[in-house]
């Protein structure tokens, strides 16, 4: 089993450029969730999904959006980049919301 | 909403028992107390989870007081690889959201 796959690692953006951070995982889990993490700080969740076709808002959702249209992939796309977004983002997935497993994370540096 | 407070950070020596305290006395009655752990420039990792009485795993085992208002995680012999953010997290986050709630947790210092 591969886990939690996010792709890329590094990305660096210009502010106002969009772009989808990947995240899939291979353990037919139903509960996927994508956080970020400030310099210092705790993670915060942006967006979750309890199944394929449901999604929802977490605490940081303001320009991002999601879709989860299978039940491995959750992608998480930035509408227009604003340097705000620096940051790195993390994918999660669970079988039963007990043991999230997390993704390596994207550094991202909009400038 | 449940929430947690711990200590900002902590120092132990290697190959003695760490302690890391939670307190979350607004924890309900059918709330599991998660723990997570955050190695340096990796993603959080698993740790335990209880809801009454203490737990034990391969990693680490988890005190859960009587009155379920505080609970204690244990790493009975500390490896300098546990050197990490330890995350005390409630099972969900403000608003009904289906995720984890990270506070800064507590920063474990391990000392060779």
């Known amino acids: 089993n591969a886990g939690v796959t996010q792709t890329p690692k590094f990305q660096v953006l210009k502010t106002g450029q969009s772009m989808t951070l990947q995240c899939a995982q291979d353990?037919?889990?139903?509960?996927m969730s994508w956080y970020r993490q400030d310099p210092g700080m705790g993670l915060r969740l942006i967006h979750y999904?309890?199944?394929?076709?449901?999604?929802d808002q977490g605490e940081v959702p303001n320009g991002y959006n999601v879709s989860r249209s299978t039940t491995e992939d959750f992608p998480l796309r930035l509408l227009s980049a604003a340097p705000s977004q620096t940051s790195v983002y993390f994918c999660?997935?669970?079988?039963?919301?007990?043991?999230?497993?997390f993704g390596s994370g994207t550094r991202l540096t909009v400038v | 909403d449940a929430k947690t407070t711990q200590p900002n950070s902590m120092e132990s020596n290697e190959e003695e028992p760490v302690h890391l305290p939670c307190n979350h006395s607004?924890?309900?009655?059918?709330?599991?107390i998660h723990w997570y752990r955050q190695l340096p420039s990796q993603g959080p990792e698993y740790v335990i989870h209880?809801?009454?009485s203490n737990v034990n795993n391969r990693m680490a085992s988890l005190a859960i007081a009587e009155d379920r208002k505080s609970s204690t995680l244990i790493l009975h012999r500390a490896t300098l690889r546990d050197a990490a953010v330890y995350y005390c997290?409630?099972?969900?986050?403000?608003?009904?959201?289906?995720?984890?709630?990270f506070g800064k947790g507590t920063h474990l210092i391990i000392q060779p």
């Open positions: 999660a997935s669970s079988y039963n919301r007990v043991g999230y497993t």
């Open positions: 353990m037919n889990h139903e509960y």
């Open positions: 607004t924890i309900s009655g059918t709330d599991y």
């Open positions: 209880g809801l009454t």
């Open positions: 999904s309890v199944g394929a076709g449901i999604t």
């Open positions: 997290i409630p099972p969900y986050s403000g608003g009904g959201a289906d995720g984890l709630t």
